[in-house]
């Protein structure tokens, strides 16, 4: 994780973050605290049991229009005007997708087959399944694309990336519950960067033991990264709740890494 302790710290003005933090002032707050990196164009962010880096722009708009395109582009229909929630179940392997093998997921529940609010797609080093929520993935050879965000991340981090996993959201109707990524494979204190691209959308976290008083929501737009390190997947929940008036697409990446 990026190193959040004193010796990073710049002597640029202060920046305001563009969230509200449980009771925070800047820098004296024992509970919640945070302070703006000038080199990293982001802020670390100190919260109980856990660490989060907020990039707003980590990605450019013109960069990221460009993996939007990446992700969708295929052989058979519009990418940016098709309405992708008329593919849902049988219909979306019939969508020849160039660079991302999207699937329609589903669980067994109580008897019933009942597909995810999302899309999904899953890469990685070729010896990394993934197991959650009842289902057990198998990683894609990663692409050119995938790999090549993943390396521009790491430049801020100290650690190494062996997976993604990625949620592409049609529209502000598909969601993801609460929930917190401490699977087995993920180790003690997992770091979980995640990129968002497309549309702007409401990332919330909670933590276990007070969730009504201790509830965060960071706007994830076009480009923002955030990284979740520390004991928060431990300590804390987060979810994408729906915002049904939200149209556009929104494709999240969280790069993890998988230990057996």
Not at 5 to 12: A, F, R, Y
Not at 137 to 162: C, D, S
Request: aromatic letters at 14%; glycine letters at 4%.
């Amino acid at each position: 994780m990026i190193d959040l302790s004193n010796k990073q710290q710049n002597k640029s003005e202060p920046q305001i973050l563009p969230f509200s933090l449980p009771s925070c002032t800047l820098f004296d707050n024992e509970s919640y605290k945070y302070k703006w990196n000038n080199k990293l164009n982001g802020f670390y962010i100190k919260i109980p049991k856990g660490r989060l880096f907020y990039a707003q722009n980590f990605f450019n708009k013109e960069t990221s229009d460009k993996y939007i395109q990446y992700f969708l582009e295929n052989q058979t229909n519009d990418w940016h005007s098709t309405n992708w929630r008329d593919f849902e179940k049988e219909k979306l392997p019939k969508i020849n997708f160039k660079n991302i093998d999207w699937q329609h997921d589903k669980l067994n529940m109580y008897g019933k087959e009942v597909y995810l609010p999302r899309y999904s797609a899953w890469y990685g080093d070729s010896d990394k399944p993934y197991t959650y929520s009842g289902l057990t993935l198998q990683p894609k050879k990663w692409t050119k694309g995938l790999f090549g965000i993943k390396k521009q991340i790491e430049k801020i981090t100290t650690v190494k990336f062996n997976s993604v996993l990625m949620n592409w959201y049609r529209d502000g109707k598909d969601h993801m519950g609460w929930h917190a990524d401490a699977e087995p494979e993920l180790g003690k204190n997992p770091v979980i960067a995640s990129i968002n691209f497309g549309a702007t959308r409401d990332f919330m976290i909670r933590k276990n033991d007070n969730p009504k008083n201790n509830t965060i929501k960071i706007p994830l737009e076009h480009g923002t990264l955030l990284i979740m390190a520390g004991e928060m997947q431990h300590f804390w929940q987060h979810s994408v709740p729906k915002r049904v008036n939200i149209q556009e697409s929104r494709i999240n990446l969280t790069f993890r890494i998988i230990n057996h």
